[in-house]
């Protein structure tokens, strides 16, 4: 049996959950992280996709039991506001680098649309060298600030839109909405790059992740000021972070053996795939896959059935 999702109703707020923290500038994803775990007693956590200091907005936090599910988000579309400046390139793509080139823009606005249209789909995307990426085992950020320089495999991302919001002297405002793993800063290099000017990033601010949006974020600030009981009152269920999977609803009889890692038979009407399980009285039982004749538990998040509903279940 499927359900929609909003229609499952939830359990109470607990620590295992998921916090939409808007990142302020010049801090990074994993400084921002260690706030969030200081403010939440030291609570394991893990975040579901990296921004640059440079960069502010949504970082979704999971807390607990969600980390188990943080995938769901990391393979999420990303969309972001930014602002690009023409006319200066730089060592990192952004406003952090040392300038390297200087342009007269010239004519370059009169080909500023085209130029962002031929962004649009599938692109190559050579990763910057002062990104998080590993090669044996080391960031390659970190050879970039030792001055060494590492062959990079181009990788194919996918850009879905860029719209353009205004223009203010050489500064361009565009609106993005990308696959997981398009850099920003490569994508505004790249801009310069066709455009024959130069350009670099000044401005990123990640305004969505899959269905999560900023507008539902909570500051550091406005978090610190909030009591325990608040806190915890801001977080999403972990669910959120499947939210694009299809859901289905088992009965007790299957959610306890699926609780306890067997595969039970499903129900012609439930979609093949990745699923969100659920028990029927709402419980979130984490994510499953359903093949021809069978629901296997992947990843569980509850761990037992509320003790009436296990009374009740008959798994024989």
């Given at each position: 049996?499927?359900?929609?999702?909003?229609?499952?109703?939830?359990?109470?707020?607990t620590?295992?959950?998921?916090?939409?923290?808007?990142?302020?500038?010049g801090?990074?994803?994993?400084?921002?992280?260690?706030?969030?775990?200081?403010?939440?007693?030291?609570?394991?956590?893990?975040?579901?996709?990296?921004?640059?200091?440079l960069?502010?907005?949504?970082l979704?936090?999971?807390?607990?039991?969600?980390?188990?599910f943080?995938?769901?988000?990391?393979?999420?579309?990303?969309?972001?506001?930014?602002?690009?400046?023409?006319?200066?390139?730089?060592?990192?793509?952004?406003a952090?680098?040392?300038?390297?080139?200087?342009?007269?823009?010239?004519?370059?606005?009169?080909?500023?649309?085209?130029?962002?249209?031929?962004?649009?789909?599938?692109?190559?995307?050579v990763?910057?060298m002062?990104?998080?990426?590993?090669?044996?085992?080391?960031?390659?950020?970190?050879?970039a600030?030792?001055?060494?320089?590492?062959?990079?495999?181009?990788?194919?991302?996918?850009?879905?839109?860029?719209?353009?919001?205004?223009?203010?002297?050489?500064?361009?405002?565009?609106?993005?909405?990308?696959?997981?793993?398009?850099?920003?800063?490569?994508?505004?290099?790249?801009?310069?790059?066709?455009?024959?000017?130069?350009?670099?990033?000044?401005?990123?601010?990640?305004?969505?992740?899959?269905?999560?949006?900023?507008?539902?974020a909570?500051?550091?600030?406005?978090?610190?000021?909030?009591?325990?009981r608040?806190?915890?009152g801001?977080?999403?269920?972990?669910?959120?972070l499947?939210?694009?999977?299809?859901?289905?609803v088992?009965?007790h009889?299957?959610?306890?053996?699926l609780?306890?890692?067997?595969?039970?038979?499903?129900?012609?009407?439930e979609?093949?795939?990745?699923?969100?399980?659920?028990?029927?009285?709402?419980l979130?039982?984490?994510?499953?896959?359903?093949?021809?004749?069978?629901?296997?538990?992947?990843?569980?998040?509850?761990?037992?059935?509320?003790?009436?509903?296990?009374?009740?279940?008959?798994?024989?």
């Open positions: 049996m499927r359900a929609d999702r909003a229609s499952l109703p939830r359990l109470a707020a620590t295992d959950g998921v916090l939409l923290l808007d990142k302020p500038p801090m990074s994803s994993n400084g921002a992280l260690q706030a969030v775990r200081r403010l939440f007693g030291g609570i394991k956590a893990g975040h579901t996709g990296t921004l640059d200091p960069a502010t907005g949504l979704a936090v999971c807390l607990g039991a969600a980390t188990k943080a995938g769901g988000l990391l393979e999420a579309d990303k969309s972001y506001d930014c602002v690009i400046r023409l006319g200066v390139a730089t060592t990192t793509g952004d952090d680098g040392e300038p390297i080139l200087n342009r007269s823009v010239g004519h370059c606005f009169d080909r500023l649309e085209d130029t962002l249209a031929a962004f649009v789909g599938g692109i190559d995307q990763p910057p002062y990104s998080a990426i590993k090669h044996r085992g080391r960031h390659l950020y970190r050879y600030r030792a001055g060494e320089s590492v062959e990079r495999q181009p990788r194919r991302v996918t850009v879905h839109a860029l719209e353009l919001l205004s223009i203010s002297g050489t500064d361009i405002r565009i609106q993005a909405r990308c696959s997981k793993g398009t850099y920003i800063r490569s994508l505004a290099h790249d801009i310069g790059v066709h455009l024959g000017c130069g350009a670099h990033l000044i401005e990123l601010r990640r305004t969505g992740i899959g269905r999560l949006r900023v507008e539902e909570t500051g550091l600030d406005r978090l610190a000021a909030l009591t325990e608040e806190r915890v801001c977080l999403r269920p972990a669910d959120v499947l939210a694009d999977l299809p859901a289905v088992v009965d009889a299957r959610a306890e053996a609780l306890h890692g067997r595969a039970v038979a499903r129900v012609l009407s979609p093949l795939g990745s699923v969100r399980l659920y028990a029927e009285d709402g979130f039982l984490g994510l499953g896959a359903g093949g021809d004749d069978l629901l296997v538990p992947k990843r569980m998040h509850a761990t037992t059935l509320p003790e009436a509903a296990a009374a009740e279940a008959d798994i024989t």
